[in-house]
């Protein structure tokens, strides 16, 4: 079973499992598709993680192939002569760009782990790619409200519209033989065919023409390494997710920590009671997740304590169930908010009971906006999740510190929230995760919770409305869904209500306890789909 957030890219997933491939194999062939049939946040020119449950092994593992800082990168990289953070440095300049990691990553788990050979992985993205596929009303509304980004730059203007800069229009078919090209390149030479040749060539020749830092060494250096998966128990499971520099696994964790022992089935789905419990457990979550988080391969960053029931049963005594504790009060500056929607997320379950659950980014949609010319490949934004200024909230309103501040090699903090949920037998079950920003972790809370706590079926778990808080800025965000007398009950707690449109595409599996798999597609992006191997 494959679900991904688009159809396409998952019936390719689909037809490597036909084929014999595993859960890796299928996960990796759906990242490649949809690098080419979404190109707003799927990539090769972005990054990040993936997480593993390999059940022949009966272990699981993640993968961090998150984006890097160039070599001569430095702290104040996007401040001004005045010391002002310049976003658009941070956001639309080759110098938002961080060293690619998604071709690294990929090759890396397919080599390990796939059955099948890396040509045939890749094979249903080249031939997307090379053969063309219908626009469809999604992607051609999303290309034309990008023209004004894409149209600046003349290499993605040529690949994304037609002559003379006119959008494709649904139905009609788009043709990306310059990325079909490099696909084929990787497929024949692996790592070489990306971080080497003529592709490493033309980044390195792009960024010298405007003033970015990437050159062929921070390519050639750039290295995808295996790490521990974070994890948890909850009510009897074991919760697997990414370790830093995704901020995603200890926060979840540390969620699940804070909301454990309180009785939320009593207070029932989408109470105000509930929703206030679940917002005040966030903000103390978030609190340490800006503060305390970063590449924990260059700084000290507390996992184990983070994590930790103990730590959880001393932060509890702070949610107050008939106050709202204003963000103030519990410390932060207030950021101007943002929310990004243009990362991806496919979730993977094999015949065998392997689980994938994996998330890639370009940051913004289509990142920079910015491609290298005769490859075909979109350039990531990522820099600017890092801390441009302590106590100045990045794109997505999170003020983090100096923990997550530029520095040459070092990846920037996340919040992608790839995750495997384990039986209390220990055997393999469900697989998540999201786009969404600063939004992504609690949208897999709340699948989570409303999964395992309130009983709901996959399909309902993610369909519910959702909400999110985040300390900074100081309002609960709610999709709409919640009934006007629970608003009107949250408001008398404290809480600063913001509308918010749909947030997040939590696409999972389920490995069903008589065999065979369950997927869904989260409704929340139409252009999503999940694709059984046995049709």
């Known amino acids: 079973m494959v679900a991904s957030q688009e159809a396409l890219a998952s019936e390719a997933g689909a037809r490597i499992l036909r084929q014999g491939g595993n859960a890796i194999d299928a996960a990796v062939a759906t990242a490649y598709a949809l690098a ?15 997480v593993f449950w390999n059940q022949p092994e009966g272990r699981g593992y993640a993968l961090n192939f998150r984006e890097m800082a160039p070599r001569r990168a430095h702290k104040d990289l996007f401040l001004d002569a005045d010391g002002n953070v310049d976003r658009r440095l941070a956001t639309r300049s080759l110098l938002s760009t961080g060293v690619p990691g998604t071709v690294a990553g990929l090759l890396k788990a397919q080599s390990r782990f796939g059955v099948l050979s890396r040509q045939q992985v890749m094979a249903p993205a080249i031939a997307l790619a090379e053969q063309g596929f219908a626009v469809y ?14 149209g600046k730059d003349p290499t993605a203007r040529r690949l994304y519209y037609k002559d003379g800069g006119v959008p494709y229009a649904p139905g009609e078919i788009l043709r990306q033989p310059q990325l079909a090209a490099t696909l084929r390149r990787i497929a024949r030479q692996g790592r070489q065919g990306f971080y080497e040749g003529p592709v490493a060539r033309q980044l390195e020749a792009l960024m010298r023409q405007r003033g970015g830092l990437i050159d062929r060494v921070d390519l050639a250096e750039y290295t995808a390494p295996w790490v521990e998966p974070v994890q948890g128990r909850f009510r009897g499971l074991t919760v697997l997710s990414m370790p830093p520099p995704s901020s995603g696994g200890v926060t979840l964790v540390q969620l699940l920590n804070l909301l454990e022992p309180f009785d939320l089935p009593a207070m029932g789905l989408s109470s105000a009671a509930a929703v206030h419990t679940l917002v005040e457990a966030m903000n103390l979550a978030y609190r340490d997740r800006n503060s305390e988080l970063g590449d924990a391969d260059q700084v000290e960053v507390p996992v184990e304590r983070l994590t930790s029931k103990t730590y959880a049963n001393g932060l509890r005594p702070l949610i107050q169930p008939d106050r709202h504790t204003p963000s103030a009060e519990l410390g932060g500056l207030a950021p101007v908010p ?12 094999d015949s065998k009971g392997s689980l994938v659950a994996l998330t890639t980014t370009l940051n913004f949609a289509y990142g920079n906006g910015i491609a290298v010319p005769g490859t075909g490949v979109l350039l990531n934004n990522e820099m600017d999740d890092f801390t441009a200024k302590p106590g100045v909230p990045n794109a997505y309103g999170l003020v983090q510190g100096e923990k997550n501040a530029i520095a040459p090699g070092r990846r920037p903090l996340s919040s992608m929230t790839p995750t495997v949920v384990l039986t209390a037998e220990g055997k393999p079950w469900l697989a998540t995760g999201s786009p969404g920003g600063s939004r992504i972790i609690t949208t897999v809370l709340q699948v989570l919770l409303n999964r395992v706590v309130h ?53 999972s599996v389920e490995v069903k306890p008589e065999g065979g798999s369950l997927g869904v597609a989260d409704p929340r992006r139409p252009e999503g789909a999940a694709v059984a191997e046995r049709p």
């Open 36 to 50: 080419v049939t979404l190109p707003q946040a799927g990539n090769l020119g972005g990054g990040g993680f993936l």
């Open 137 to 150: 009303p999604v992607l051609a509304q999303s290309l034309r409200r990008a023209q004004p980004l894409l």
């Open 338 to 349: 943002a929310n990004s929607t243009n990362t991806t997320h496919l979730s993977v379950a």
């Open 455 to 507: 009983g709901l079926n996959l399909a309902s778990a993610v369909i519910a409305p959702r909400l999110h808080s985040q300390l900074w800025p100081d309002r609960l965000q709610l999709e709409q869904g919640f009934s006007p007398d629970t608003i009107r009950l949250l408001e008398q707690l404290g809480h600063g209500i913001q509308p918010s449109r749909a947030m997040g595409s939590a696409n």
